[in-house]
């Protein structure tokens, strides 16, 4: 490409420019030069044709020289007087700017392609933190009264499960037994095969005690939740999510009381929960539906299996630090709060729990549930 910059510097001589600013539009007008060379190339003309056709612009000094000082005067240096209305100036430096920085990237394709890119990638990362940020520590949970919400484990620390999850005896005692919260349920992860409508699909759900909304303070949009009768071997009823119910559904309200096929079974939808609602628990579960929990008689009575994640609501007043109750069960348990934890993280983030030592009697082992900070 030729070098269009000894051309423009010997018609800028009688202009009378300063050196920064005479270099400043040889770099600014040879672009322009080089991008009209590029173009008349490309309409077919061969390379002289295409470098005389782009001197033609620079041929009549009478029309440069007035236009070059016309370009120079808003530009003149003087000085700052506060109040001096250099407002204009400012803006007609910026725009001259602004078009150089462009000419100056058009020109290096391959340099402004990757700084785009790395703009990108900044953008897109500090907008994920932040939605993370933003979901985890500032919104509230959708819960009511959330800081009296509070994650039971058992420590059986003495076997090397500091946080082990709850079996079915082990929180049904629990249950009974607990005198500062004002409720307790329990919940497992399932997975469920939706078929009769539609395309086969495998969902997330999860097996939860019929108090377990009541207890977190959450009212299905539609419908009505689980009953105490619905919390027994044989009934067959689902809770669907808002979003499965846009999804699968249609948002069709009368999807209330109809039939749906999970894991070949017939389940009656009963209700439908409102948008936003993700349990707490251990796994990065995304609930799509929940059936009543519904020990079996032999399910009830087992201690060894451990698979629950247990829920309690504190009594107003009963502070969570160093208060303890009599459990009567064999395994401590400890809980931690889950206030300003997110739905799906606040079982991980917990804080750890003090432990004390178990005492044992002749009869069993009896442990110290402690809720602890």
């Given at each position: 490409?030729?070098?269009?910059?000894?051309?423009?510097?010997?018609?800028?001589?009688?202009?009378?420019?300063?050196?920064?600013?005479?270099?400043?539009?040889?770099?600014?007008?040879?672009?322009?030069?080089?991008?009209?060379?590029?173009?008349?190339?490309?309409?077919?003309?061969?390379?002289?044709?295409?470098?005389?056709?782009?001197?033609?612009?620079?041929?009549?000094?009478?029309?440069?020289?007035?236009?070059?000082?016309?370009?120079?005067?808003?530009?003149?240096?003087?000085?700052?007087?506060?109040?001096?209305?250099?407002?204009?100036?400012?803006?007609?430096?910026?725009?001259?700017?602004?078009?150089?920085?462009?000419?100056?990237?058009?020109?290096?394709?391959?340099?402004?392609?990757?700084?785009?890119?790395?703009?990108?990638?900044?953008?897109?990362?500090?907008?994920?933190?932040?939605?993370?940020?933003?979901?985890?520590?500032?919104?509230?949970?959708?819960?009511?009264?959330?800081?009296?919400?509070?994650?039971?484990?058992?420590?059986?620390?003495?076997?090397?499960?500091?946080?082990?999850?709850?079996?079915?005896?082990?929180?049904?005692?629990?249950?009974?037994?607990?005198?500062?919260?004002?409720?307790?349920?329990?919940?497992?992860?399932?997975?469920?095969?939706?078929?009769?409508?539609?395309?086969?699909?495998?969902?997330?759900?999860?097996?939860?005690?019929?108090?377990?909304?009541?207890?977190?303070?959450?009212?299905?949009?539609?419908?009505?939740?689980?009953?105490?009768?619905?919390?027994?071997?044989?009934?067959?009823?689902?809770?669907?999510?808002?979003g499965l119910w846009q999804r699968r559904f249609g948002?069709?309200?009368?999807?209330?009381?109809?039939?749906?096929?999970?894991?070949?079974?017939?389940?009656?939808?009963?209700?439908?929960?409102?948008?936003?609602?993700?349990?707490?628990?251990?796994?990065?579960?995304?609930?799509?539906?929940?059936?009543?929990?519904?020990?079996?008689?032999?399910?009830?009575?087992?201690?060894?299996?451990?698979?629950?994640?247990?829920?309690?609501?504190?009594?107003?007043?009963?502070?969570?630090?160093?208060?303890?109750?009599?459990?009567?069960?064999?395994?401590?348990?400890n809980a931690a709060s889950l206030e300003s934890l997110?739905?799906?993280?606040?079982?991980?983030?917990?804080?750890?729990?003090?432990?004390?030592?178990?005492?044992?009697?002749?009869?069993?082992?009896?442990?110290?549930?402690?809720?602890?900070?």
């Amino acid at each position: 490409m030729p070098d269009f910059r000894g051309e423009i510097r010997s018609r800028l001589v009688d202009v009378g420019l300063s050196a920064v600013r005479e270099n400043a539009i040889v770099e600014e007008l040879s672009q322009h030069l080089e991008q009209e060379y590029a173009r008349v190339l490309s309409h077919g003309a061969s390379e002289e044709e295409a470098r005389l056709t782009t001197l033609e612009e620079l041929q009549n000094p009478d029309l440069l020289g007035p236009e070059l000082k016309r370009v120079e005067s808003p530009v003149a240096q003087s000085p700052v007087v506060l109040g001096g209305g250099r407002a204009t100036t400012m803006i007609g430096d910026l725009g001259q700017d602004l078009r150089y920085g462009l000419r100056m990237l058009l020109r290096s394709p391959a340099f402004t392609s990757i700084a785009v890119l790395a703009l990108a990638l900044g953008i897109g990362a500090n907008t994920a933190i932040f939605s993370v940020v933003n979901a985890v520590l500032l919104q509230p949970l959708p819960f009511r009264n959330p800081d009296q919400l509070v994650i039971i484990w058992e420590n059986a620390t003495h076997l090397g499960f500091p946080k082990n999850t709850p079996s079915p005896a082990n929180f049904l005692d629990w249950q009974r037994q607990s005198t500062v919260f004002s409720g307790m349920a329990a919940m497992a992860p399932k997975n469920f095969n939706l078929t009769g409508s539609g395309e086969p699909e495998r969902l997330d759900g999860r097996r939860v005690s019929a108090n377990l909304f009541d207890v977190l303070g959450v009212q299905p949009r539609l419908g009505r939740g689980f009953l105490p009768q619905d919390d027994t071997p044989g009934a067959h009823v689902v809770l669907l999510s808002n979003g499965l119910w846009q999804r699968r559904f249609g948002a069709d309200p009368r999807v209330i009381g109809q039939p749906v096929n999970l894991n070949g079974e017939s389940c009656t939808v009963i209700g439908v929960m409102p948008p936003g609602i993700q349990l707490p628990g251990f796994d990065n579960w995304q609930d799509q539906l929940w059936v009543p929990l519904a020990f079996s008689s032999e399910e009830a009575a087992q201690r060894g299996n451990h698979f629950l994640e247990v829920i309690a609501r504190r009594k107003p007043g009963v502070a969570l630090h160093t208060h303890s109750f009599a459990a009567g069960v064999t395994s401590r348990a400890n809980a931690a709060s889950l206030e300003s934890l997110s739905p799906c993280s606040k079982a991980l983030a917990s804080r750890s729990p003090s432990a004390s030592a178990p005492s044992r009697s002749s009869a069993r082992s009896e442990r110290t549930a402690r809720i602890s900070g």
